[in-house]
């Protein structure tokens, strides 16, 4: 399946992936890692994110909603308020849900935006065929695809333990396709599953080119980037819901 995008290539999902053993693994463990999950674009992808512009850095407050802050404001040190948001995101951290990266919203199935490449990132993962294999390895019958971002780790960024488990929202699996090469584990932006006040039991590196997907709901977070991170972590995020 070739979706055209003003990428160098057109972005082609693996679909010779050996499904059953996939399937029998997120059946078992509640949670599978699926590398080479495309076999072209991927590279042209990372690349097109790395010069995008209009990234938003997207801090929740304590009492509610969220700071959406343009991501080259953010980084200003002398940015008004900044030392008040950081200061409170902190605290909020220390015993709340806190989040703090940049991202891109992907749009819906019927939605269009500026960008025509995360409009083709939305309608390959509404194809049928995608849509199949993904039914097939989660057992997720005809799963609809929502509220899907790109998201962007720098230095400083971090994403508190949580479950994705949103009343409803029909949530099912969560997923996360990583277009970050040659990530190291000390530069932090692990994803990490974990139970609620116990020690992480899986630090997951993020890979290049590869999907994972795991239950919903699943306590999990994504670890500080460590400030030595020379480049930012990628990756495409969202959730599968039963309709």
Known sequence: MNIQTRLALPLELNLGLDVSRYAEEFLKNGHVRIPHILNSGALE?????????????????????????????WRKPRMPEKARISREMYENACDGFQYCYSALRV????????????????????EPDVKGMLSAITGISDPVFTDGQVTSYGPGDFLTGHDDDLEGSGRAAAFVLGLTPQWRLEWGGLLMFHELGEVPFCGLVPQFNTLDLFTVPRYHSVSLVSPAAPRQRYSITGWLSRK
């Open 107 to 126: 749009p819906g199935k019927d939605e269009t935006c500026m960008d025509p490449v995360l409009t083709q990132i939305s309608r390959l993962l509404s």
């Open 45 to 73: 992808l990372y690349r097109h994110l790395d010069a995008e512009a209009n990234w938003m850095q997207l801090i929740n407050k304590p009492g509610g909603g969220a700071h959406e802050i343009p991501r080259d404001e």
